[in-house]
């Protein structure tokens, strides 16, 4: 079974609809593209898979509800959310942060670091979802809090030292190099210890010494937590040495999936990019 | 919950110790101070017990509450229906347990003031649930709302005191109660401020988007920042009361809340030792100031907005005063000396 299966959700706002009826589906251990044109709806997405959107009501035109609905009645308020399913439970209603602890970590489009907050603050604060000690136990540091804020501590300066960051530590976030604020990003999800990594153009503003690491980086982190990604990018070279398998999204819309090669050759996606031709 | 044995014993020796050490100091300086300056003295302590509960909802998680004066008020009464109305009863259930006459002032204060932080941070949690949906400007509104709501509550209800608020309350505030609860609200800040629930305030104010992404039910420890920081300031309004004993429900208006407010942002947003140094130094300054008299005011208004443009991070920024802090300063700034002789 897929580790994520999003089936027919919609969201819209307002009148505008961002996402129509998405299905994907993502296996354990593959790294999956999410490519489209600006404003195809990929960070939309990712905001509806961790819970920021909630997917929209739809109802189904489908013959088979229009004849229950002839039998009866009440079938004509039946209205569908579609569904996500994560690791076989549904996460549609659940809130962002109860997304993030069954094991869905996320890094943003704009990078969004605790800018104020020092680099080993930033991937301690995401150890949270695993911290053990209650609010009591750590007004008082009974001996079961503080062996449990070094143990912490220890996995957190273990993340920064995999991502090159261990001599940075004690800097304030906001003021590492950009590059650095990105690994710093990916890091910090990491630390959330998740199954599924959501990263949006983690090679934006990247030159190209920078998203060849960059690439690398996600390939071997794959490997080491035994993660499942989903990376949304614009860079096609990081796309294609990375993913196993890709959706093109337009519109809102997927209009293409399958392996790179694929993708690459398929006459919507090089429509939906360049126009007809 | 398991505390360490040599944790444990530290707490209580300690505590013992400092309010030994209160006791003393209050003895031995209550004479030659005088009573004016004995007084200041106590009411500085108040200070910090609200400004640095304060400063676990304005500096800690980022929201901005100006209703704390609110919270002191309902821990005010809280307190103060224990001494006065429950006395009586009290002293009958010590006859009872055969509690020794030292002993039963100390204790029915302890216990007024338990009942102050429970019905204050009570009533953070019915006023912090619906209002902490609300953001920024608007969060910052509803507290105020609050404060002068729960205060005209107060005036208005005659079976509350009404309009004159309540009188003959008895002098139980010691320096020794004064300076164990500003210890405790300090311990309690500094405490959380280094575990990983601190971390999750610290989170929500950096950027609540990413704290809900990393698995931070934001909503809760908004909540719960402002819960505990009321129930402080529940037990800040108990000792007010106890000293001033009365409680005149005109004087926790919107601009007590404001003064502790501004401790808050001058010691710097975030900074225990901040929020301590600044609720100090804004109860002496007024009374410092004396001597211009009538333009003390002025001259205290211009101190804070000189303060605020020369050091708009306030006193401290987010820097706590620790030894450690001491040392890597007096480090930096020989290094700084040595390197210019050079």
Not at chain 1, 171 to 182: I, V
Not at chain 1, 223 to 250: A, K, Q, W
Not at chain 2, 256 to 282: D, P, R, W, Y
Request: with cysteine.
């Amino acid at each position: 079974m897929a580790l994520l299966e999003v089936d027919r959700c919609t969201v819209a706002f307002g009148g505008l609809i961002a996402l129509d009826e998405i299905s994907l589906k993502v296996e354990q251990g593959e790294i999956v593209g999410l490519i489209g044109p600006n404003g195809a709806g990929k960070t939309t997405v990712f905001n509806m898979i961790t819970g920021v959107y909630k997917p929209a009501k739809w109802r189904t035109m489908t013959s088979e509800t229009e004849s229950a609905r002839q039998v009866l009645p009440t079938a004509r308020k039946r209205v569908h959310y579609g569904d996500i399913v994560f690791d076989g439970k549904s996460i549609r209603h659940l809130q962002p942060y109860e997304i993030a602890s069954r094991g869905i970590a996320r890094t943003f489009q704009n990078i969004r670091l605790f800018n104020n907050l020092s680099v080993l603050d930033n991937v301690r604060s995401a150890c949270h979802v695993h911290a053990k000690t209650s609010i009591p136990g750590a007004i008082l540091r009974t001996e079961a809090y503080q062996k449990d804020e070094r143990r912490i501590l220890k996995s957190a300066v273990h993340l920064l030292h995999v991502f090159g960051l261990g001599k940075y530590k004690d800097e304030m976030a906001g003021s590492l190099a950009y590059g650095e604020q990105r690994r710093l990003e990916i890091a910090r999800a990491l630390a959330v210890e998740p199954k599924l990594l959501l990263l949006d153009e983690p090679a934006a503003g990247m030159n190209a010494q920078e998203t060849r690491e960059l690439a690398e980086l996600i390939k071997q982190v794959r490997d080491d937590f035994g993660l499942t990604v989903l990376v949304i990018e614009h860079d096609m070279r990081v796309i294609m040495s990375i993913c196993n398998r890709i959706y093109c999204l337009d519109y809102g819309e997927v209009i293409a999936h399958g392996t790179p090669d694929e993708i690459k050759n398929d006459p919507r996606v090089i429509e939906a990019y360049l126009g007809e031709g | 919950m398991r505390l360490r044995a040599g944790s444990a014993v530290r707490l209580v020796v300690w505590t013992a110790v400092l309010a030994a050490a209160a006791m003393a100091a209050g003895a031995l300086i209550k004479g030659p101070l005088g009573g004016y300056y004995f007084r200041l003295l106590i009411l500085s302590g108040i200070a910090v017990v609200a400004a640095v509960s304060l400063n676990i909802i304005n500096g800690f998680s980022g929201q901005f509450s100006l209703g704390h004066a609110g919270f002191m008020l309902v821990g005010a009464y809280a307190s103060a229906g224990i001494t006065l109305f429950a006395h009586h009863s009290i002293n009958r259930a010590f006859d009872a347990v055969g509690l020794p006459a030292g002993a039963r002032t100390p204790v029915e204060f302890a216990i007024a003031m338990i009942a102050a932080a429970a019905a204050a941070g009570a009533v953070g949690l019915v006023v912090g649930l619906p209002s902490l949906r609300l953001r920024g400007d608007y969060l910052a509104i509803a507290t105020l709302g609050f404060g002068e709501g729960i205060r005209s509550i107060f005036v208005t209800v005659d079976a509350l005191g009404g309009a004159s608020g309540l009188h003959d309350i008895p002098e139980y505030t010691t320096l020794t109660w004064v300076v164990l609860a500003a210890i405790g609200v300090v311990m309690m800040s500094r405490n959380l401020a280094l575990s990983t629930h601190g971390r999750a305030l610290f989170a929500i104010r950096e950027d609540e988007t990413a704290a809900q992404a990393v698995g931070i039910n934001t909503f809760k420890y908004k909540v719960l920042a402002f819960v505990i920081a009321a129930a402080w300031a529940g037990i800040a309004g108990a000792l007010l009361a106890h000293s001033d004993k009365n409680i005149d429900p005109r004087s926790y208006s919107f601009m007590k809340s404001i003064e502790i407010v501004v401790m808050v942002v001058l010691g710097g947003m975030g900074s225990v030792t901040g929020a301590v140094i600044a609720a100090i130094g804004l109860t002496w300054l007024p009374e410092l100031l004396r001597a211009a008299a009538v333009y003390r005011m002025v001259f205290y208004s211009a101190l804070l907005i000189v303060m605020m443009i020369v050091r708009r991070q306030g006193l401290f920024g987010r820097a706590e005063l620790s030894i450690r802090w001491m040392a890597e300063t007096l480090r930096r700034m020989t290094s700084r000396a040595l390197g210019e002789r050079r």
